[in-house]
């Protein structure tokens, strides 16, 4: 397997433009994850989804973000509009079964490094 | 409110030490741990994953260790070499979510 595919790798915009970030999860896993990272903050989950529905959103830091997950094999987080204090590597990841196995594995690609103007 | 956190923050070593990395958590109720490693300017990769009942996993010059009770695990690197510099971070799976702790930026020194 391919393994978690994020894309773009890397994405330079101008303040107040939309951005879209997609994300492909490893076949047959049944959880996805949007993480954050930056220095300050470290990695925060912003959002998780299973079974394509969205399980816990708060950590969505506010209404210019949203998220969706269409089908099985494709993600997508959106910020609109963006801002300077969005810039981070924004990774995606994904797990099995969901839930409630001890041995449950998280699997991250590679991020997208975002960087807003 | 599950908290991970890890000491320390950074550590510097001469090739060839052993080191211990710390990770607790504040809610004992977990299902797995995961030991992760992220070489800058990348995604993170699984080194180790403990689960509830296990007290310790072992790949290589690797090993970890689990105490449910008193919300601890270990990363044990023996005989560290330049190739392990990296930051590790450890992952506490509650059932659905994964907290993970904020890392420890290891450098080891030729």
């Known amino acids: 397997d391919a393994g978690v595919i994020q894309s773009p790798r890397h994405e330079v915009t101008e303040m107040g433009q939309e951005v879209t970030l997609r994300c492909k999860p490893i076949s047959g896993h049944n959880s996805l994850f949007w993480y954050r990272q930056t220095m300050m903050r470290g990695l925060e989950l912003l959002i998780y989804?299973?079974?394509?529905?969205?399980?816990?959103d708060s950590g969505m830091p506010e209404d210019r973000f949203s998220a969706k997950m269409p089908n099985a094999s494709f993600s997508t987080l959106k910020i609109q509009p963006s801002e300077p204090r969005d810039s981070a590597v924004y990774f995606c990841?994904?797990?099995?079964?969901?839930?409630?196995?001890?041995?449950?594995?998280?699997?991250f690609g590679s991020g997208t490094q975002l960087s807003v103007l | 409110k599950q908290e991970v956190t890890q000491i320390p923050a950074a550590l510097s070593v001469p090739e060839g030490e052993n080191l211990v990395l710390n990770c607790s958590f504040t809610d004992s109720a977990i299902y797995n741990l995961q030991w992760f490693r992220q070489d800058p300017g990348k995604g993170l990769t699984s080194l180790l994953l403990?689960?509830?009942?296990?007290r310790e996993q072992t790949s290589g010059r690797l090993n970890a260790s689990l105490d449910k009770s008193s919300g601890r695990s270990t990363l044990y690197i023996a005989a560290s070499q330049p190739g392990d510099s990296a930051t590790y971070l450890c992952a506490v799976f509650y059932g659905q979510n994964f907290v993970f702790g904020p890392g420890t930026r290891l450098s080891v020194l030729p």
């Open positions: 403990i689960q509830s009942s296990q």
């Open positions: 989804f299973n079974n394509n529905v969205p399980i816990d």
């Open positions: 990841a994904s797990s099995l079964r969901g839930g409630l196995s001890t041995n449950e594995k998280l699997f």
